[in-house]
């Protein structure tokens, strides 16, 4: 059986580092916001290439917490593609603000910059977007549009870590970059865990408070905050990862570079652009009898996932907050499945799972 992902093999090659980062923090006596939270964000914000990271307790929380600093007025407008996981747009819907969907572009499954401004009015403040799959957005025509709008820029950057566009990585466009390190990313914890990237110092401030209950002095609080603070020890685990970030990424588009190569053109491949740096957290392909050809490949012993089988706006969670059909992200949830690309797996195991795709008669 060739698996989608298996957390336990794919973390395997970091056991004995990770077992000393455990008892190095179990042993310090200080278990929040000690040195190896300030360690992983120092180390995080260069990787990305960013003045600042602070570190939360999740990808969403990293979403929500972005927003809320910048206090916006209730029933504020916020741009987000249709095509996103549940979290972007619950972010938006927590803090009392209203999600305005976008369209993506079909060939890039993230929003489309030449649908944007048709949603933009009197009550928009933000554009919210998502480098879905490990491919960066077109952030310089979504930029343009920012500055022209005087909108806030957020990037959900859960699925691209090392992802670039024009040779600049993802969570450095915007006033904010967030992200998720869920155990399945490419660089990804033993639980939850996430980040805010920015290089604005003020904002800087304010998301340090506001993960720690709105303060930056122990029992003075200035702002109505959360507890959302990455984890020591999970920080510990995100710092032995990062230093093999790249590899994980190189490793991922080598495998990347087979199916792109060798699967037959009855199926619907990740576009690739000389513009962009794919990281492949996830590799999508597209087919009509989608159902179908999973339940194929799992009779030939491949597991596959479906990143995601219900657009957000179908969601029973969604029931009155958004209005009409998006049929671009209809069509990709009904067509979409991820084929295995994990760090953890070997050449051999794709050009498997390729042979028997190429056999499908579909």
């Known amino acids: 059986m060739i698996e989608y992902e298996n957390l336990g093999k794919l973390n395997e090659p970091f056991f004995e580092e990770y077992e000393k980062s455990f008892h190095q923090s179990l042993t310090s006596g200080w278990y929040i916001l000690g040195n190896n939270v300030r360690k992983f964000e120092d180390e995080f914000a260069g990787y990305c290439g960013s003045k600042y990271c602070v570190g939360v307790a999740s990808g969403l929380d990293a979403l929500i917490i972005a927003l809320k600093s910048f206090n916006f007025e209730k029933d504020t407008e916020v741009i987000v593609p249709s095509n996103t996981y549940i979290a972007t747009i619950l972010s938006i819907v927590h803090l009392g603000l209203k999600p305005i969907l976008v369209e993506p572009n079909i060939n890039t499954y993230n929003i489309d910059p030449t649908k944007i401004e048709d949603k933009i009015n009197k009550n928009t403040r933000a554009v919210?977007?998502?480098?879905?799959?490990?491919?960066?957005?077109?952030?310089?025509?979504?930029?343009?549009?920012?500055?022209?709008?005087?909108?806030?820029?957020?990037?959900?950057?859960?699925?691209?870590?090392?992802?670039?566009?024009?040779?600049?990585?993802?969570?450095?466009?915007?006033?904010?970059?967030?992200?998720?390190?869920?155990?399945?990313?490419?660089?990804?914890?033993?639980?939850?865990?996430?980040?805010?990237?920015?290089?604005?110092?003020?904002?800087?401030?304010?998301?340090?408070?506001?993960?720690?209950?709105?303060?930056?002095?122990?029992?003075?609080?200035?702002?109505?905050?959360?507890?959302?603070?990455?984890?020591?020890?999970?920080?510990?685990?995100?710092?032995?990862?990062?230093?093999?970030?790249?590899?994980?990424?190189?490793?991922?588009?080598?495998?990347?570079?087979?199916?792109?190569?060798?699967?037959?053109?009855?199926?619907?491949?990740?576009?690739?652009?000389?513009?962009?740096?794919?990281?492949?957290h996830i590799f999508n392909i597209r087919h009509p009898k989608r159902d179908a050809l999973r339940n194929y490949l799992l009779e030939n012993n491949i597991k596959t996932e479906i990143h995601y089988p219900i657009p957000p706006h179908q969601q029973k969670a969604m029931d009155g907050v958004f209005k009409g059909n998006y049929p671009i992200s209809e069509e990709i949830h009904k067509t979409t499945l991820s084929l295995p690309i994990s760090f953890y797996h070997k050449e051999a195991d794709i050009h498997q799972v390729i042979e028997v795709l190429n056999k499908f008669k579909g």
């Open 128 to 280: 919210m977007v998502v480098h879905l799959y490990g491919k960066a957005c077109e952030m310089d025509k979504i930029n343009d549009i920012c500055k022209k709008n005087n909108l806030k820029l957020i990037e959900d950057c859960a699925q691209s870590h090392g992802a670039t566009f024009k040779g600049q990585k993802t969570g450095t466009f915007g006033d904010f970059g967030c992200f998720s390190f869920y155990p399945t990313k490419n660089l990804g914890a033993i639980g939850d865990a996430g980040a805010i990237t920015t290089n604005n110092e003020n904002l800087f401030e304010t998301i340090k408070k506001l993960r720690n209950y709105g303060s930056s002095v122990k029992y003075v609080n200035d702002l109505v905050g959360y507890n959302s603070r990455l984890d020591e020890v999970q920080a510990g685990f995100l710092s032995v990862k990062l230093k093999k970030l790249d590899e994980i990424n190189k490793h991922k588009r080598t495998l990347a570079d087979f199916y792109l190569s060798k699967l037959k053109d009855d199926f619907i491949k990740p576009q690739m652009d000389k513009d962009y740096f794919d990281v492949y």
